[in-house]
């Protein structure tokens, strides 16, 4: 946790700077637009690329060095790789990741079981999290995921990987909130906590995205709807017990879903955004780009050489940095958002003030705890909110 | 005959101290094409100028972009526009990609430019 903040005051610097462009933090890596789902959120299954293949991940990992704190492999469904654990493990070995995120639909039970434990196995020093999606309470799920009996598979696969208690593994659901599921979170978080009790429970809104081709889609939900999820969460982690890094991870979240709502609102860039500085998305095809977004190339690793700071010190990176610290965007991707609370200070003053006073006033039940002692397995869904 | 659509152009300063207009004027084009947008400049270009022009949705979102390079003595200048990120439907067809540029492009809110 300490390095990222010791590099959230250089980020600081750079946004204005401009011709300062420290490497990032938070990496994004979509492995493949190929999805076996097909999501009322979602097109990315419809386009296709040329996928960038494992010899040339190597090559980029290279590049990239060990700056690298947060690394995420994403999709499409990036288990839909045969091989997505050699990709990780080749970021793992030249990168250096504190944590690797996966997010995933939970289909292909034996690739996610066998893979996570080989990763598990193979990244004894990471901090693995996958993250299974669910959006509604069985046929519901079914329903907005578009493939039938998938509550009923991703289930299964989150029990055993769950079971199998990988030590350096977390299992976390996520959910996103769309118009078409909106009024249904509360219900869903509920369930989530009995029927799952993951490690943790983190929420998304569905937003236009070029990346996704949502964009001209109805899947956002309206400001006002959302208010009320942002309330059951915050409500939720307010009366949740935390102490010492669960309750810093809920505190960034808190405020996360506050700036989530904000930026709809106010239709404005709430929070300065860091990304293509901070943080940064690889596409399947080698283009890198801010963020899924905005999905707007900085260059094309395979037409430079795979030289990743070629393309992250380019006029193009940092005439797109310029647009974003002009605010001509705004958006509450969560991805981005951590990296720019992480960055930007009086964000961090409201992130440690709420931990702070949570270690002052915590429940009763927690206070004789050590701050950084688990939570117990019945309240270790304290990260669900 | 109704008035061609206009889409607000915010620019940054050193544009706006050349007298930049407000709007861009939308210029449909023939078979399903995306528009072209158009600037009459309120006086001639003194120097050589690089722009980017980017067309958002309401959310900020760059959704269309053109790059503009200026002359000297230019008073205005029309061009089209190429939608972000539509390298992954090269396997569709013209119809099907159409189909596609007309959602995005229904999220047109307003337009930048920036000096490159």
């Given at each position: 946790m300490?390095?990222?903040l010791?590099?959230?005051?250089?980020?600081?610097?750079?946004?204005?700077?401009?011709?300062?462009?420290?490497?990032?933090?938070?990496?994004?890596?979509?492995?493949?637009?190929?999805?076996?789902?097909?999501?009322?959120?979602?097109?990315?299954?419809?386009?296709?690329?040329?996928?960038?293949?494992?010899?040339?991940?190597?090559?980029i990992?290279?590049?990239?060095?060990?700056?690298?704190?947060?690394?995420?492999?994403s999709?499409?469904?990036?288990?839909?790789?045969?091989?997505?654990?050699?990709?990780?493990?080749?970021?793992?070995?030249?990168?250096?990741p504190?944590?690797?995120?996966i997010?995933?639909?939970?289909?292909?039970?034996?690739?996610?079981?066998?893979?996570?434990?080989?990763?598990?196995?193979?990244?004894?020093?990471?901090?693995?999290?996958?993250?299974?999606?669910?959006?509604?309470?069985?046929?519901?799920?079914?329903?907005l995921?578009?493939?039938?009996?998938?509550?009923?598979?991703?289930?299964?696969?989150?029990?055993?990987?769950k079971a199998?208690?990988?030590?350096?593994?977390?299992?976390?659901?996520?959910?996103?909130?769309?118009?078409?599921?909106?009024?249904e979170?509360?219900?869903?978080?509920?369930?989530v906590?009995?029927?799952?009790?993951?490690?943790?429970?983190?929420?998304?809104?569905?937003?236009?995205?070029?990346?996704?081709?949502?964009?001209?889609?109805?899947?956002?939900?309206?400001?006002?709807?959302?208010?009320?999820?942002?309330?059951?969460?915050?409500?939720?982690?307010?009366?949740?017990?935390a102490?010492?890094?669960?309750?810093?991870?809920?505190?960034?979240?808190?405020?996360?879903?506050?700036?989530?709502?904000?930026?709809?609102?106010?239709?404005?860039?709430?929070?300065?955004?860091?990304?293509?500085?901070?943080?940064?998305?690889?596409?399947?095809?080698?283009?890198?780009?801010?963020?899924?977004?905005?999905?707007e190339?900085?260059?094309?690793?395979?037409?430079?050489?795979?030289?990743?700071l070629?393309?992250?010190?380019?006029?193009?990176?940092?005439?797109?940095?310029?647009?974003?610290?002009?605010?001509?965007?705004?958006?509450?991707?969560?991805?981005?958002?951590y990296?720019s609370?992480?960055?930007?200070?009086?964000?961090?003053?409201?992130?440690?003030?709420?931990w702070?006073?949570?270690?002052?006033?915590?429940?009763?039940?927690?206070?004789?705890?050590?701050?950084?002692?688990?939570?117990?397995?019945?309240?270790?869904?304290e990260?669900?909110? | 005959?109704?008035?061609?659509?206009?889409?607000p152009?915010?620019?940054?300063?050193?544009?706006?101290?050349?007298?930049?207009?407000?709007?861009?004027?939308?210029?449909?084009?023939?078979?399903g094409?995306?528009?072209?947008?158009?600037?009459?400049?309120?006086?001639?270009?003194?120097?050589?100028?690089s722009?980017?022009?980017?067309?958002?949705?309401?959310?900020?979102?760059?959704?269309?972009?053109?790059?503009?390079?200026?002359?000297?003595?230019?008073?205005?200048?029309?061009?089209?526009?190429?939608?972000?990120?539509?390298?992954?439907?090269?396997?569709?067809?013209?119809?099907?990609?159409?189909?596609v540029?007309?959602?995005?492009?229904s999220?047109?809110?307003?337009?930048?430019?920036?000096?490159?």
């Open positions: 300490l390095r990222p010791a590099k959230a005051a250089v980020y600081n610097v750079a946004r204005h700077t401009p011709h300062l462009r420290p490497r990032p933090l938070n990496l994004t890596f979509s492995v493949t637009y190929v999805c076996n789902a097909r999501c009322k959120t979602c097109n990315v299954w419809k386009k296709r690329v040329d996928d960038l293949t494992l010899p040339e991940y190597r090559r990992f290279d590049a990239i060095g060990s700056s690298l704190y947060w690394a995420t492999f999709g499409g469904e990036p288990f839909i790789r045969p091989d997505l654990i050699d990709i990780v493990l080749a970021c793992y070995d030249r990168c250096r504190s944590i690797i995120t997010p995933t639909n939970g289909l292909l039970r034996t690739e996610i079981v066998e893979g996570v434990a080989r990763l598990s196995r193979l990244a004894p020093d990471a901090k693995i999290i996958i993250n299974f999606s669910l959006d509604g309470i069985g046929p519901r799920h079914d329903e995921r578009g493939v039938p009996g998938n509550y009923e598979r991703m289930r299964e696969t989150y029990k055993e990987l199998a208690g990988h030590p350096n593994v977390t299992v976390g659901i996520h959910s996103v909130v769309s118009q078409f599921n909106v009024t979170i509360p219900a869903l978080r509920e369930h906590r009995r029927e799952f009790v993951p490690d943790s429970f983190i929420t998304e809104i569905a937003e236009e995205r070029l990346e996704l081709d949502t964009i001209g889609c109805e899947i956002t939900p309206t400001a006002d709807a959302y208010r009320a999820v942002v309330d059951d969460l915050v409500a939720d982690i307010d009366a949740t017990p102490a010492g890094l669960p309750a810093l991870v809920q505190a960034f979240r808190r405020e996360y879903y506050e700036v989530a709502h904000r930026t709809m609102v106010e239709q404005r860039q709430v929070l300065p955004c860091y990304a293509g500085l901070a943080s940064a998305q690889v596409a399947p095809n080698g283009d890198v780009w801010t963020c899924c977004i905005r999905a190339s900085m260059g094309n690793l395979r037409e430079t050489g795979f030289d990743f070629k393309v992250w010190s380019s006029t193009r990176a940092d005439e797109l940095r310029g647009s974003i610290r002009r605010g001509e965007c705004h958006c509450p991707l969560a991805n981005a958002a990296s609370m992480m960055s930007d200070p009086s964000s961090m003053v409201r992130v440690g003030w709420r702070i006073t949570r270690q002052l006033f915590r429940p009763n039940r927690l206070r004789t705890a050590s701050p950084l002692q688990p939570p117990a397995p019945a309240a270790s869904s990260a669900v909110r | 005959m109704t008035d061609p659509e206009q889409l152009w915010r620019v940054e300063r050193r544009l706006v101290d050349l007298g930049m207009p407000a709007h861009l004027e939308v210029c449909p084009q023939p078979s094409n995306l528009p072209n947008v158009r600037c009459v400049l309120p006086k001639p270009a003194t120097g050589p100028l722009l980017v022009l980017r067309v958002h949705s309401r959310a900020g979102i760059p959704l269309a972009q053109a790059f503009i390079d200026l002359k000297p003595g230019d008073r205005s200048f029309e061009t089209p526009l190429a939608l972000m990120s539509m390298e992954g439907y090269r396997h569709l067809s013209q119809r099907a990609r159409q189909d540029e007309r959602r995005v492009w999220r047109r809110a307003f337009a930048t430019g920036s000096v490159t």
